[in-house]
């Protein structure tokens, strides 16, 4: 299953600015820093945002990322978005975010001894759910009459064993992820939906009985 990277610059705070500096010094086309826009947004933030676009070429469109604080000493790309209106699919946004680390950011992290990390861009039910949860939503999807969901005792059964273990674990799962995991499993869209919205319920009802 696809998904959009993420990269983290990890850095000490006071270097960040000769690190940018230098980076921005290595830029050619199709990227270039843009400053006036970290002075647009600079009211978005107490710590400063480093500016970046990309021109269309043939094979990646348009785009802009920022570089923002994370945390004291990390550093991070948050998001990719397209210049003209529209959305990125998973390739387009990956590989704008490859090409800016392999041609300028891995470049310069080499020469100051800066470690960045990109993570995968592929993902597996085990990386969601954890081992033993993963295997309780396949069996879950496997057994169950997927046009009736969890409405029949020994479905519901299972779906509730999968929730439970998820919850005990302490797993934050991202709605849209178990989604796409249930449809890529048969789940029709309709009936994804449902299970992801009883999911939702479920969880806030367990998170607020061990509140109590």
């Known amino acids: ?25 290595q830029i050619v086309f199709p990227w270039r820093r843009v400053p006036e826009k970290e002075e647009q947004f600079s ?12 021109s269309e070429t043939e094979h990646l469109p348009s785009a802009g990322l920022v570089i923002l604080k994370k945390e004291d000493n990390c550093w991070y790309v948050p998001n990719i978005v397209p210049i ?22 891995s470049k310069v992290a080499k020469k100051r001894r800066v470690d960045i990390e990109v993570t995968s861009g592929e993902i597996e039910d085990i990386d969601v759910f954890g081992e033993h949860g993963a295997k309780l939503l396949r ?3 496997t057994c169950a009459n997927q046009s009736t969901g969890s ?10 064993s999968f929730i439970i273990e998820v919850c005990r674990t302490k ?40 509140q109590e």
């Open 1 to 25: 299953m696809k998904r959009f990277k993420d990269l983290y610059i990890k850095l000490a705070d006071s270097e960040l600015v000769e690190f940018i500096n230098e980076l921005s010094e």
């Open 43 to 54: 009211f978005l933030n107490k710590d400063k945002m480093y500016c970046f676009e990309r």
């Open 84 to 105: 003209v209106s529209g959305s990125l699919s998973y390739e387009e946004y990956n590989g704008i975010l490859d090409e800016f680390y392999s041609s300028y950011l």
């Open 139 to 141: 069996t879950f999807s």
């Open 151 to 160: 409405s029949h005792p020994l479905d519901q059964k299972r779906w509730f």
């Open 171 to 210: 797993k934050d799962i991202d709605s849209g992820y178990l989604e796409r995991v249930l449809l890529e499993q048969g789940w029709s869209e309709r009936m994804a939906n449902e299970l992801v919205i009883e999911f939702e319920f479920a969880q806030s009802l367990i998170e607020f009985m061990e």
